[in-house]
């Protein structure tokens, strides 16, 4: 069953168009990316599904709800985790857990046992009394991913959730967000330009200007771009050449000294290639294609880093020293 | 309307409020400073026959200060909270905005009813006599400006996005308010373009409550400017259009 359905959905402001018609589904239990360079409309996409912004024209459906008519269901039906912080830093993790508990309507006499759940689920139970402004941004994040289970959500909406992470945090957000359509019964929609972080995702699309050019597994769309590459190192590469395109039919390119051949089926390819060419081969590398590779292919760019978020917590720094003083 | 949604507004807000000590310090001290030595020093300058001391004149107006400043400050917080990201979390809740505005509208009256009542403890001490009759009166007009005040906060706070336009707040709306209402001198001797800036303002009605609940009923130059009646029902109006207008934005600006 789709838990999301978007059916031509367009947004214009100010005579731009962010969102350019777009069409996609989100089957239940599932783990959907939605990836895309800055601008591309992923954040506008985002605020629509989530009725903090009506469209222009289309319709959204989240859990069989409209998010244009009947936003509070949806508000209900889904959770939350913002790309920049939204905790109360001055209340501690409990109190910022138990307000959005009390906010999303949720029965007083299982507010402990739920928020105790959520943060034993993301692994702070041993912090959950202290004061968010002492929490790392890692922590912060888990946090919210915990509260955005609280009112057991059918989605959970992660925008860029491991933004501004080390790499540690990083993993132990992965193990989380990973365990949670099993766990928490949830759909997961999230947008990331970290594209090897999508490989998790059941399906993707990717959004570019406004349109998705592509979408499917992470697998398939790897397909699109045409197969694995093998790059050789060879005592003769003139020689080596030769043999390659009589015994197999292939084309290999020469750069910096070594050569470059696609095929479908990589792994299977160097055996033969070994056999064939004999004590000629110094070394063999074999490159599957990326995601990344299929967004450098689809939009003629790698996907770019994004700034917002690190400009915008100095901003937060600067503005935190000033109120101190 | 969303009951559990206004409870946790105030609740987080009186949570905060016990937790910042500066703010409870600030609270007690800036009355004491206005009563005892702006208050001390300018009863040298009224005569003696005015009707009552000066001291004993600004009691109200001081008490409507605390409610003006910690209501406005309590809602002026919505931008903090815009600005840290917090208002968003409050924004995708499955909450009316008209439960939001009410909810932050009591937040504020409840500190800054908090606040009022620590200040009324000091009326001993001026000389005034207050029977149980009298300072419930007080505790209810101070709980009903306050609602107003917080209520027009929060329409303020739906114009600003950063707290930089916190010092534009106090110095060209809630400064002029507080000197525009009565609070130290009675309205009817202002001048005319003053007087009518008092008229319009929200404050001015709150603290001739007081005044009319405080000073004793005989008139004199120093009592109260209005009745009682229509002190009240200003007030009430007035939140009533602020918590409107305020839902109204909300709902278009969020």
């Keep these: 069953m789709a838990i999301i359905k978007v059916e031509n959905l367009v947004k214009r402001y100010n005579g731009l168009t962010a969102v350019d018609g777009i069409s996609f589904e989100v089957e239940e239990g599932t783990i959907f990316g939605f990836l895309g360079p800055n601008g591309a409309g992923k954040t506008t996409t985002i605020n629509v599904l989530c009725t903090l912004a009506s469209a222009t024209s289309g319709r959204a459906l989240i859990n069989g709800y409209d998010c244009a008519r009947e936003s509070s269901k949806v508000r209900k039906s889904i959770g939350i985790v913002f790309q920049d912080t939204t905790l109360d830093k001055d209340l501690t993790a409990y109190e910022n857990l138990s307000f959005h508990a009390h906010l999303y309507g949720v029965k007083k006499s299982e507010i402990r046992g739920r928020v105790h759940d959520a943060i034993r689920f993301v692994d702070l139970f041993d912090r959950k009394d202290d004061l968010v402004k002492k929490f790392s941004g890692g922590m912060k994040r888990r946090l919210e991913v915990a509260r955005g289970l609280i009112h057991r959500p059918r989605v959970l909406f992660l925008d860029e959730p491991t933004l501004g992470l080390d790499p540690q945090s990083r993993a132990n957000l992965w193990e989380v967000i990973t365990e949670m359509p099993k766990k928490h019964r949830v759909t997961i929609f999230m947008?990331?330009?970290y594209m090897e972080e999508a490989e998790v995702c059941g399906r993707i699309a990717i959004i570019d200007h406004g349109r998705i050019i592509a979408e499917g597994s992470p697998d398939e769309l790897k397909k699109t771009v045409g197969g694995d590459v093998i790059s050789l190192k060879t005592r003769d590469n003139e020689w080596s050449r030769g043999e390659i395109s009589r015994l197999f039919n292939i084309h290999a390119d020469e750069k910096e000294g070594e050569l470059y051949l696609t095929s479908n089926r990589g792994d299977a390819c160097i055996p033969d290639l070994i056999r064939g060419l004999g004590d000629m081969v110094v070394s063999v590398k074999l490159q599957r294609p990326t995601l990344n590779d299929v967004f450098l292919k689809l939009t003629?760019?790698?996907i770019r880093d994004e700034e917002g978020s690190g400009m915008s917590s100095i901003k937060e720094e600067v503005r935190a020293y000033r109120r101190r003083h | 309307m969303e009951l559990n949604a206004i409870y946790v507004l105030v609740a987080r807000e009186f949570k905060k409020f016990v937790r910042e000590r500066s703010r409870l310090v600030s609270t007690i001290a800036r009355p004491l400073l206005w009563l005892f030595l702006v208050g001390?020093?300018?009863?040298?300058?009224?005569?003696?026959?005015?009707?009552?001391?000066?001291?004993?004149?600004i009691f109200p107006g001081i008490l409507g200060m605390t409610i003006l400043f910690s209501s406005i400050f309590s809602s002026i917080s919505i931008i903090w909270d815009k600005e840290f990201g917090f208002f968003k979390e409050i924004l995708a809740a499955p909450v009316s905005r008209l439960s939001i505005v009410i909810g932050k509208g009591l937040s504020g009256t409840v500190v800054s009813t908090l606040q009022a009542v620590i200040v009324l403890l000091l009326f001993p001490l001026l000389g005034f006599r207050l029977g149980p009759v009298q300072i419930l009166e007080v505790l209810v007009i101070a709980l009903a400006m306050s609602f107003c005040i917080?209520?027009?906060?929060?329409?303020?706070?739906?114009f600003y996005d950063s707290y930089e336009s916190f010092s534009v707040i106090m110095n060209f709306i809630v400064m002029p308010m507080f000197f525009?209402?009565?609070a130290m001198y009675p309205v009817k001797l202002?001048?005319?373009?003053?007087?009518?800036?008092?008229?319009?303002?929200?404050?001015?009605y709150g603290v001739d409550a007081l005044k009319n609940v405080i000073f004793p009923p005989e008139p004199g130059p120093m009592s109260a400017d209005f009745s009682l009646m229509t002190d009240v029902t200003v007030i009430v109006l007035l939140s009533v259009v602020f918590v409107t207008v305020g839902a109204r934005l909300f709902e278009r600006k969020a």
């Design chain 1, 191 to 193: 947008t990331t330009h």
């Design chain 1, 300 to 302: 003629g760019k790698a």
């Design chain 2, 40 to 57: 001390a020093g300018m009863s040298r300058l009224i005569s003696p026959d005015a009707g009552m001391p000066y001291t004993q004149f």
């Design chain 2, 190 to 204: 202002l001048p005319d373009a003053l007087a009518l800036a008092a008229k319009i303002n929200p404050l001015t």
């Design chain 2, 150 to 158: 917080s209520t027009f906060g929060i329409l303020l706070a739906t």
């Design chain 2, 180 to 182: 525009l209402s009565g």
